[in-house]
């Protein structure tokens, strides 16, 4: 009797040190589990972040004029940029067109700082209202730092035009894409002397191919790229054609310019 009593208080401690080591197993592994794959995750993302370092900083911030916000985003390249350019938008567009086009990554990764901007009434710019927009042109170039380039599509003309035809001769380049505004810019004679010029448009776009020879015209140092079957925007209808020439003017203009 004894003897069954102490096999079974024997097989009553086993049972009791197996459910005892199950509960801590049960309770620990998930833990450790999850340990296991928080670290995965900080490495995934340490290695995301030296790629990203790698690459360069993207970014999106706020530019004040005049006690108003203008949003934009700013693409820098690692290591010294070999040329800034900032990027203007049309009417129906935005400074996330550039995105869209890969024209801000792929001028990043030719080592070119890409600036683009929501102009002021436009995107998250809009209920934004300047009184002078050659001021305001003035005022980003400078918040900007060194601009050696200006991209200015369609509308972006009303800002661009203007504020070239004085202070032109403080960048290397300007590509301007159909600007309206054409017909009655006038660039001082040290602009036309030394701004340089490629002027891109769509072939199907009548009014943009017209302006060609004014600026053909007014400026020395001048070059064109009229995309077939392109349209008004053309930088859309052959994005990979415009990025690859527009990255090859910089470059080129920039070394120049050393």
Same mark, same amino acid.
Request: aromatic content about 10%; hydrophobic content about 40%; glycine content about 10%.
């Given at each position: 009797?004894?003897?069954?009593?102490?096999?079974?208080?024997?097989?009553?401690?086993?049972?009791?040190?197996?459910?005892?080591?199950?509960? /801590?197993?049960?309770?620990?592994?998930?833990?450790?589990?999850?340990?296991? $794959?928080?670290? $995965?995750?900080?490495? =995934?993302?340490? /290695?995301?972040?030296?790629?990203?370092?790698?690459?360069?900083?993207?970014? $999106?911030?706020?530019?004040? &004029?005049?006690?108003?916000?203008?949003?934009?985003?700013?693409?820098?390249?690692?290591? *010294?940029? #070999?040329?800034?350019?900032?990027?203007?938008?049309?009417?129906?567009?935005?400074?996330?067109?550039? $995105? %869209?086009?890969?024209?801000?990554?792929?001028?990043?990764?030719?080592?070119?700082?890409?600036?683009?901007?929501?102009?002021?009434? !436009?995107?998250?710019?809009?209920?934004?209202?300047?009184?002078?927009?050659?001021?305001?042109?003035?005022?980003?170039?400078?918040?900007?730092?060194?601009?050696? !380039?200006?991209?200015?599509?369609?509308?972006?003309?009303? &800002?661009?035009?203007?504020?070239?035809?004085? *202070?032109?001769?403080?960048?290397?380049?300007?590509?301007?894409?159909?600007?309206?505004?054409?017909?009655?810019?006038?660039?001082?004679?040290?602009?036309?002397? #030394?701004?340089?010029?490629?002027?891109?448009?769509?072939?199907? =776009?009548?009014?943009?191919?017209?302006?060609?020879?004014?600026? %053909?015209?007014? &400026?020395?140092?001048?070059? *064109?790229?009229? /995309?077939?079957?392109?349209?008004?925007?053309?930088?859309?209808?052959?994005?990979?054609?415009?990025?690859?020439?527009?990255?090859? &003017? /910089?470059?080129?203009?920039?070394?120049? =310019?050393?």
């Amino acid at each position: 009797m004894r003897q069954t009593e102490g096999r079974s208080l024997g097989k009553r401690a086993r049972w009791l040190f197996i459910a005892g080591v199950s509960l /801590i197993l049960l309770f620990a592994l998930p833990q450790f589990s999850s340990k296991a $794959e928080n670290l $995965e995750e900080e490495g =995934d993302r340490k /290695i995301m972040a030296e790629a990203g370092s790698m690459k360069g900083k993207q970014s $999106e911030g706020r530019f004040e &004029f005049e006690k108003q916000k203008i949003f934009f985003k700013d693409y820098s390249p690692a290591g *010294k940029a #070999k040329a800034t350019v900032l990027l203007l938008h049309g009417a129906r567009f935005s400074s996330a067109t550039w $995105e %869209e086009t890969k024209t801000l990554n792929e001028l990043q990764d030719a080592g070119i700082r890409a600036f683009a901007v929501d102009l002021p009434g !436009f995107a998250k710019s809009k209920g934004v209202k300047v009184s002078d927009r050659t001021a305001f042109m003035e005022a980003l170039v400078k918040y900007i730092g060194k601009v050696g !380039f200006i991209v200015s599509p369609s509308a972006s003309g009303s &800002f661009s035009l203007p504020y070239l035809e004085t *202070k032109g001769t403080e960048i290397d380049g300007f590509i301007p894409v159909a600007p309206v505004g054409v017909s009655g810019f006038k660039p001082s004679g040290e602009v036309k002397k #030394k701004l340089k010029v490629f002027a891109v448009v769509g072939e199907k =776009d009548g009014g943009g191919v017209r302006d060609l020879e004014k600026f %053909e015209t007014l &400026f020395k140092n001048f070059d *064109k790229l009229i /995309i077939k079957d392109g349209s008004h925007p053309a930088y859309l209808d052959a994005p990979d054609l415009w990025n690859k020439e527009l990255i090859a &003017f /910089i470059l080129k203009v920039a070394k120049d =310019d050393r």
